[in-house]
């Protein structure tokens, strides 16, 4: 019995030497994420709803500056595999972000519904955009970051994990990515 | 990570890119016009411009089965020793198969010293591995960092090269540098940069050139003369020639130890439909060959988009046929002593697996055997396990004979290494 005592004594020292829960840690987090994942912010996206093992993938991509965006390497360097398994598994439980109040225009989103089965985005990103796995929830995404993610992928400033969206990408032009972006941040 | 709670996201974009992030007023999503009267029928797409010659999208089916289908990735992390799935993994009865080394995420291409120093590419990462033998004691080193898809590795007369994505690097005397190596040397970049197919298995061959593959830019593409091919340049980066052509994607050859032929492995194109076609083992006889890409797959099928005008009769038929997309990558010709007679001259095929099939295929180590005129008489899995109910535990990417004949097997999914011998279970040296 005084073992018992004991371990649970020793235990809660341990756990109050580093006390934070990961709602706490991830607070920084959401002050650019958004409340709940939800970005408010210009060219940052929403995390809500995201899939952890894209999200893991992403979070190793800046720690090992794979990715490069200073602040999120800044984040992340110190970060061991146990955070990063940590912080996606956090990231997944986060509500989808809300979506958004406008249908967006008719005309507009019907030349993209095209160029979306055309390019097959609807195929890896599922018919409904929320991914899979590796493959990332783009549904209810904020238009600008979903833009600036495509022109980056196309020109390779923004390295993908594998091959595939720079690829991808390549026959479609600056015009259509916009309107690409357009329909996936609107479409439900 | 101790962090300050109450700091609001303009002191964590301070001083990044702020040129990249209009952040103040800007910052707010502009307001959206409020819900529009008329709701948008996104169920009525209009008609899409037809998509460019070569798109790698030509080709691709709409359908709902097709729709599942995306290419597979492993974690970028790798797994701990005690967790990896060797006693999952199968083998002929007489063999066994344990772990070699772990904790080398990604780990791809294989490579031995003179002195038995194992060198392992990455391609989604961004790291070569030396795995050290030292007094009986195994250990796993990051010789090189910072590289783009090192996928390829090669040892020659003492010298590691490295072939990233676009340039093919070495390190000099590697082994008496390996404690604190210089950063790798480029010896030759004249590569397009492509993401697709960019990534490079390398090897040196009997003539003392390296070979240096450059596949087609995209699933199925009407490739320029810089592409869907094979290139030896000399060890100094000089003399670049090209050695086959019409390859779609090779990440794996070697050369058959009596006649000095080179084999290669190709895969096949995808989108197809899921049964063809196979991806080829290939075998050069004459500097040149074409070997059929885009035109002609698998050596008779002629491609709906781009085999029309052209016949599978004017290209170097497959050896061998290794199956409908199962991703056929790292292969050597097995010359030791260790495994039965039977295998001795045996090619080894490391099938990375399956994506682009609703049924997984391939994720495993088959051996070919030959017929004394170079031909495949036989191509049988040999270790398998690695897919277990229709999804990865684990995909071998490349094989390599050791010094006493076992033979090592890379997973990229887990980062490891894993050594298959033969007869008593003896630790290797």
């Known amino acids: ?188 | 990570m101790r962090i300050h709670l109450s700091a609001p996201c303009s002191l964590w974009l301070a001083g990044a890119f702020i040129g990249a992030l209009t952040l103040g007023a800007a910052a707010q999503q502009p307001a959206e016009p409020g819900p529009s009267a008329t709701p948008a029928p996104a169920a009525t797409p209009a008609a899409a411009p037809a998509l460019p010659a070569g798109s790698p999208l030509i080709g691709r089916p709409g359908s709902e089965a097709a729709a599942k289908l995306a290419p597979v990735n492993g974690p970028p992390i790798a797994t701990a020793a005690d967790k990896l799935p060797v006693t999952k993994l199968k083998v002929p009865a007489g063999f066994n198969v344990e772990v070699y080394a772990a904790g080398m995420a990604n780990a791809r291409s294989l490579a031995q010293s003179d002195k038995g120093t194992v060198f392992v590419g990455s391609r989604l990462v961004d790291k070569v591995y030396a795995i050290v033998d030292k007094d009986g004691k195994r250990s796993v080193k990051i010789i090189a960092s910072g590289l783009y898809r090192p996928n390829g590795v090669a040892f020659h007369d003492g010298t590691l090269f490295i072939a990233e994505l676009s340039k093919i690097d070495k390190i000099d005397k590697i082994e008496d540098v390996i404690d604190n190596p210089p950063k790798p040397t480029t010896i030759y970049d004249n590569l397009p940069k492509d993401e697709a197919h960019g990534w490079k298995f390398i090897a040196v061959g009997p003539d003392n050139k390296l070979y240096v593959p450059v596949g087609q830019p995209g699933n199925n593409v009407l490739h320029d003369d810089a592409h869907g091919q094979i290139r030896r340049i000399n060890l100094d980066g000089t003399g670049a020639e090209v050695v086959a052509y019409g390859v779609r994607n090779s990440v794996g050859f070697d050369w058959d130890p009596e006649t000095k032929q080179m084999y290669f492995t190709d895969n096949g194109r995808d989108w197809m439909s899921e049964d063809v076609p196979q991806d080829e083992l290939n075998r050069v006889t004459k500097v040149g060959e074409d070997f059929g890409a885009p035109y002609c797959y698998q050596g008779n099928i002629s491609d709906p988009d781009f085999g029309w005008g052209h016949s599978c009769s004017d290209y170097t038929p497959p050896v061998g046929l290794m199956g409908p997309h199962v991703a056929s990558l790292g292969m050597r010709f097995y010359t030791g002593n260790m495994f039965p007679k039977s295998y001795k001259d045996a090619i080894f095929v490391a099938r990375h697996g399956s994506w682009n099939r609703t049924h997984k295929a391939g994720g495993d180590v088959a051996v070919v055997k030959l017929n004394k005129d170079g031909t495949v008489k036989s191509v049988e899995p040999f270790l398998t396990g690695f897919l277990e109910d229709n999804k990865y535990v684990g995909r071998p990417v490349d094989v390599m004979q050791m010094k006493d004949g076992s033979l090592l097997v890379s997973d990229d999914w887990n980062g490891a290494v894993y050594r298959v011998s033969y007869g008593k279970k003896v630790a290797s040296k």
């Open chain 1, 1 to 188: 019995m005084h073992k018992i005592i004991a371990a649970l004594a020793l235990a809660s020292i341990v756990f109050s030497a580093s006390a934070q829960t990961i709602e706490e840690r991830a607070a920084p987090c959401l002050a650019c994420h958004g409340d709940n994942g939800q970005s408010q912010t210009e060219n940052i996206p929403s995390l809500g709803g995201q899939q952890a093992a894209y999200a893991l993938i992403q979070l190793f991509m800046f720690r090992e500056k794979l990715r490069v965006f200073e602040p999120m390497n800044d984040m992340t360097k110190s970060f061991t595999d146990d955070d990063l398994h940590a912080f996606s598994d956090f990231i997944a439980t986060l509500p989808k972000p809300a979506p958004p109040a406008d249908a967006g225009d008719p005309a507009r989103m019907a030349r993209a519904a095209a160029l979306v089965q055309q390019n097959h985005c609807n195929s890896c990103h599922q018919p409904d955009f929320s991914g899979g796995d590796n493959i990332p929830r783009i549904a209810d995404q904020r238009e600008d970051y979903l833009a600036k993610t495509m022109r980056e992928y196309k020109d390779n400033s923004r390295h993908g994990y594998d091959d595939t969206m720079a690829e991808v990408l390549q026959p479609v032009t600056a015009d259509q990515i916009d309107d690409l972006a357009y329909y996936i941040s609107r479409v439900r």
